[in-house]
């Protein structure tokens, strides 16, 4: 499987970085798809005293006649990447999420981990594959930027449109605060059997 533009996934540090896996037309879809569903303040599923980690809107895009395009191509895209360069052990993916940083909200997402179960779907597998597809220009905002720590080093995001990156659930990654302008990502976990 190769991106609307012939690009092939690449490892850069912790992050697998595909570009161009979607074109402008479906970028563009994407966005009006998200925008036009009922953004909601993002809630964390830990409980009292985490309220500071996450400040974002996100909807849930759930998977039906409109969408199933969507998980079809990002399904063969996990598989493609999980084939090349993870090897875990899955069995789908998780409802797609789309996030929006900035506005009013301004927007963050302090140091984090993805792996684990669902506390409101406790019989869905946890989440083992981390990845973000970026809907937004790089000019569109400051700030925000999707960083990622799998040792020592801190590994960010490519800021170009259309670049999905993937990680494991299990590494730390982080959203930096926004400074100006808003990001658009499409976020998608890929869910399977618990680590052993």
Not at 43 to 51: A, D, P, T
Not at 76 to 90: G, K, M, S, T, Y
Not at 127 to 147: F, M
Request: proline share 6%.
């Amino acid at each position: 499987m190769r991106g609307a533009l012939g690009a092939t996934p690449t490892l850069s540090g912790a992050l697998v970085v595909w570009p161009g896996l979607f074109s402008t037309a479906e970028l563009d879809a994407l966005v009006r798809l998200g925008d036009g569903l009922a953004l909601e303040k993002a809630e964390l599923s830990r409980g009292r005293g985490y309220e500071n980690i996450r400040k974002t809107m996100v909807a849930w895009v759930p998977r039906g006649p409109a969408t199933e395009h969507v998980y079809r191509r990002l399904e063969e895209a996990v598989l493609e990447l999980n084939a090349r360069f993870f090897r875990f052990d899955l069995s789908g993916l998780a409802m797609l999420q789309y996030a929006l940083y900035g506005g009013p909200e301004g927007g963050h997402f302090d140091w984090h981990k993805d792996y684990g179960r669902d506390a409101s779907d406790p019989a869905q597998e946890p989440r083992k594959l981390t990845l973000s597809l970026q809907l937004s220009e790089a000019s569109d905002y400051k700030g925000c930027d999707l960083q990622v720590r799998g040792g020592n080093l801190i590994d960010t995001a490519p800021r170009a449109r259309g670049t999905l990156v993937a990680f494991p659930a299990n590494v730390l990654h982080q959203v930096t605060p926004i400074e100006s302008g808003i990001r658009r990502s499409l976020v998608i976990w890929a869910v399977g059997p618990d680590f052993r």
